[in-house]
C-alpha cells in the first residue's frame, strides 16, 4: 500500500544528498517468527540533519505501516519531521499521522515554524480529524496543526498522496528556509529537548506492543531504544 509513498520519501532523501548509514543487520530486516510479516529499516544522514529513519512493516493484506523521523542538527531548532501511516487491509482501514513536532509548546515558535503546516490543514480537511490520541498528550510535541486522517480506501488511494506529497514539500521549504535564519534556541537544549522527545516517545509509543505480537519482547525492546528512540538510553 505504501511502497509508492516510500520511494517518494527515500527520493527526496537522496535528492538533498542523504547517505544510507549503517544499520544493525537484526533491525535492517526481521520476519516474523511465524513468517507472516517483516519489517524494514533504513537511516539516512541528509545535510540539515543529523538523523533520518525510516521503518516499513508489512504484514499482507492484514497491516501495512510506513513510519519515519527527522532530526534536524542540534543548532537548528526547527520542529522534527513525522510520519505514521497504517493501512488495516481487511477492514480497508487507514489511520494517517503527518506533523511537524514542535520541541516547545509556545506562540513565537508556532508563528515561526507552523504557518505552511496550518494551510495545509485548510486544503485537506479530510486530514482535520478532532479525535484525540489515546497514547499520547496533543499538546507535547504535537503541533495544533497536525494532518491526522482516519479514512478508507478513497483517503488512502487519492486524498493522502497528494498529503504526503505536499506535507514533504513543506517540511523541507522550512528546512531551506531555517538554514538561512537563526535558531532561537541553544544547540545544548534542542539536544536536550530530542533527547525529551525520544524518552517521551519510547514510554508511550503503541507500535512497541504491535511489534512485540509479530516479532517478541525483546527484539522489540532492542528496536524501540536502539533504533526508533535511541535518545532514551541518553536519560542520565
Known sequence: MFDPLLLELTTRIQAKGGESVFVKEEFKKCVSKRGDAFISSWLWKVPGFRRWRVTRLDAGQKLQVLNSVAYPEFDNDQPLMGIDLLWFGSSSKLVAILDFQP??????????????????????????????????????????????????????????????????????????????????????????????????????????????????????????????????????
Open 103 to 236: 520541541l516547545i509548546q509556545e506562540e513565537a515558535y508556532f508563528a515561526r515554524y507552523f504557518q505552511g503546516l496550518k494551510l495545509l490543514q485548510s486544503d485537506y480537511p479530510e486530514f482535520n480529524n478532532k479525535e484525540i490520541m489515546r497514547s499520547f498528550d496533543p499538546n507535547k510535541y504535537f503541533s495544533p496543526w497536525i494532518l491526522f486522517c482516519r479514512g478508507g480506501l478513497a483517503e488512502a488511494t487519492k486524498s493522502l498522496p497528494l498529503a504526503f506529497s505536499a506535507f514533504l514539500n513543506c517540511y523541507l521549504d522550512l528546512q531551506k528556509n531555517a538554514l538561512q535564519g537563526q535558531s532561537h534556541i541553544s544547540d545544548s537544549q534542542v539536544k536536550r529537548l530530542q533527547i525529551d522527545y525520544d524518552i517521551y516517545s519510547a514510554e508511550r509509543d503503541p507500535a512497541h506492543g504491535l511489534f512485540s505480537s509479530y516479532f517478541g519482547k525483546t527484539w522489540s525492546d532492542h528496536f524501540l531504544n536502539e533504533f526508533l528512540f535511541p535518545g532514551s538510553s541518553l536519560c542520565n
